[in-house]
DNA sequence: GCCAACGTTGGC
DNA sequence: GCCAACGTTGGC
């Protein structure tokens, strides 16, 4: 089992959009970044998410699940971009904030705070605990 | 709205 | 294969 942390701004594609889905969930679309795709890639059926709000809110504000493997890009026909479908599991009791993250010494390490351009990011064991303990799930 | 960080592109 | 120019992301 993984761990992965996807980015969206809550104007394009927010928590309340991907809640809408349901439990078909939604072509994780729109990624043009090598290390983000080959994230992707590496995900797997039932690997879990936390669902981060980039601008409006930066905060993680869900956990989501895999529920497709990588597959061509819908929204491109360039045979280098695709992605995987995710489909929301729960909503986090308390947001954890990006300066949340940034203060605890545990989350030092996390793309999150060191790669804050990297739109799909692997979250460690470790962090994953932390975020959800933060968070109160 | 600005700008730093970073990734990608393309000329050489 | 290097590196300058450019575009994009995302925090502030």
């Known amino acids: ?6 980015k969206s701004e809550p104007d394009a594609w927010g928590w309340d959009d991907q809640v809408a889905k349901g439990d ?7 990624v043009r970044n090598y290390q ?3 994230n992707m890639r590496a995900m797997k059926i039932g690997d879990l998410g936390f669902f981060y709000h980039s601008n409006v809110g930066k905060e993680v504000v869900g956990i989501v699940e895999v529920c ?26 308390h947001p954890v904030t990006l300066e949340q993250a940034k203060r605890d010494p545990r989350l030092a390490e996390m793309a999150l705070v060191k790669n804050t351009r990297l739109s799909v990011q692997p979250v460690t064991e470790s962090e994953w605990k ?8």
């Open 1 to 6: 089992m993984a761990y992965w942390l996807f």
């Open 24 to 30: 078909a969930g939604e072509e994780w679309d729109g």
């Open 36 to 38: 983000a795709r080959n």
């Open 68 to 93: 497709r493997l990588s597959a061509p890009d819908s929204t491109t026909d360039d045979p280098r971009w695709d992605c995987v479908h995710i489909r929301a599991v729960k909503p986090l009791k």
């Open 130 to 137: 932390v975020i959800c303990e933060l968070g109160g799930v």
